[in-house]
């Protein structure tokens, strides 16, 4: 493995940097820089997305026939550290990331013709309908029912856990439309028009206070089978194959990296408890020394698993790993960010942040009033948000089960 990049490599890493410098705005970097969770502020996300496709930018990963990049794996690398260095807003991932690559892969011309350019432009913004309140690591238990009456099914049930349900005019759906002796069987995937008849949303509120989560309820919606992707009854096949997209393909480690130097920064300001700077404590420096090393090492499974995908082998077990990895990470540095935040980060200042939903009851200041800096008014919600990292996209638990059984033979 190769730590350098090739003359080719740092050219291209030049212009992302030349582009990220001049079509970042202050107010698309200050979006980026004081987003409270895994996603941005939705008016910034959508016009950043809108700058990326100008570019051709957009869906780097999908195929060049669809708007892709021909780009190397090493330069799918490098622009994603590059953006999250720069504090580029975070796209929504269920659409690009997600969806689009099951459309892809199994979907008809008609609905790769119909769904692969408008979801690139954000006409067409999708959310995710896999958990139910019955249903949730164990997704193949789901019961949501798609009952056959002549070109449609009939959808009724709930989902749960549904991000950014009230922006989306589009949901990817799980749902029952047999009963199998094996509950992975009879599962379809199925796209549904949030605007159908018989669709009700109601926004969850979070520990943060922001409405990012919601329940979809379904009543007798009726959807086109034109909307079925892949063949009824075996939608566990796509959604497998989603999962792929849903617990990788992006680069963690530059994330953590900035959190945890943004955190040093923040440190080497705040007093500690001796009256010196908290960043020469020696506890807590030893903790944020533990997480950097840590970072870093996660940085070389990242490398790795990116020399092996580049060299034609199967990585293995990669993905689970880089996903309990990154998301332990995560949740320890913003530990460390509250704890430096001090007593102002028990303050609830959400109008400072640049949340990834809308506020429950909240009513900011007329004068816009801030106790301390933005910095330690987004430290406390994103503590809060962080907690479910290590649940969404395949608990951490399920995911150390699947280590043990691919990396250990158990």
């Known amino acids: 493995m190769d730590l350098d990049w090739s003359t080719d490599e740092l050219e291209f890493r030049d212009d992302v940097r030349e582009f990220l410098a001049e079509k970042l705005t202050p107010e698309l970097r200050r979006a980026g820089r004081l ?17 990326l496709h100008e570019r051709g930018w957009a869906a780097p990963a999908w195929p060049v026939e669809y708007g892709g990049c021909d780009w190397s794996l090493a330069k799918h690398y490098i622009f994603s550290a590059e953006s999250i260095r720069a504090g580029a807003p975070l ?19 008609e609905q790769k013709d119909f769904y692969l350019p408008r979801i ?84 969850l509120v979070m520990t943060s206070g922001e409405e990012v989560q919601n329940q979809v309820f379904f009543d007798n ?42 955190v040093a920064d923040a440190a080497a300001e705040q007093p500690g408890p001796d009256g010196r700077p908290l960043l020469d404590d020696p506890a807590f420096s030893a903790k944020l020394a533990e997480a950097r090393i840590r970072v870093d090492v996660l940085e070389i499974v990242e490398f790795r698993t990116l020399a092996a995908l580049a060299s034609g082998k199967n990585p293995g077990p990669a993905a689970s790993m880089i996903k309990i990895l990154g998301t332990e990470l995560s949740q320890k540095i913003t530990e460390l960010a509250l704890e430096a935040a001090g007593p102002r980060g028990r303050v609830y200042q959400p109008h400072a942040t640049a949340p990834g939903g809308p506020l429950s009851e909240y009513t900011p200041p007329a004068d816009g009033y801030l106790s301390g800096a933005e910095w330690q008014a987004v430290a406390p919600l994103h503590y809060f948000n962080d907690r479910a990292g290590s649940i969404y996209a395949g608990s951490n638990e399920i995911q150390r089960n699947i280590l043990a059984k691919a990396g250990l033979g158990l």
């Open 35 to 51: 987003m409270t969770s895994v996603y941005s502020d939705h008016e910034a996300s959508l016009e950043w997305q809108h700058i």
């Open 91 to 109: 796209l929504s991932p269920m659409g690009i990331r997600m969806v689009a690559h099951a459309i892809v892969a199994f979907g008809t011309t």
């Open 120 to 203: 690139l432009t954000g006409e067409v913004f999708f959310c995710q309908g896999y958990s139910e309140p019955e249903s949730g690591s164990d997704l193949a238990s789901l019961s949501m029912a798609a009952i056959e009456d002549g070109d449609d099914l009939v959808c009724t049930g709930s989902k749960i856990w549904t991000t950014h349900a009230t922006e989306a005019n589009w949901i990817f759906c799980l749902v029952r439309t047999s009963k199998e002796a094996q509950k992975q069987r009879g599962i379809t995937f199925l796209l549904i028009d949030m605007n159908s008849p018989g669709i009700a949303v109601r926004p």
């Open 221 to 262: 919606v009726r959807v086109p089978k034109a909307n079925v992707i892949g063949k009824i009854d075996d939608g566990w096949t796509v959604a497998k194959y989603l999962l792929i997209f849903e617990r990788g393909g992006g680069a963690a480690a530059p994330m953590l990296q900035a959190m945890s130097n943004s």
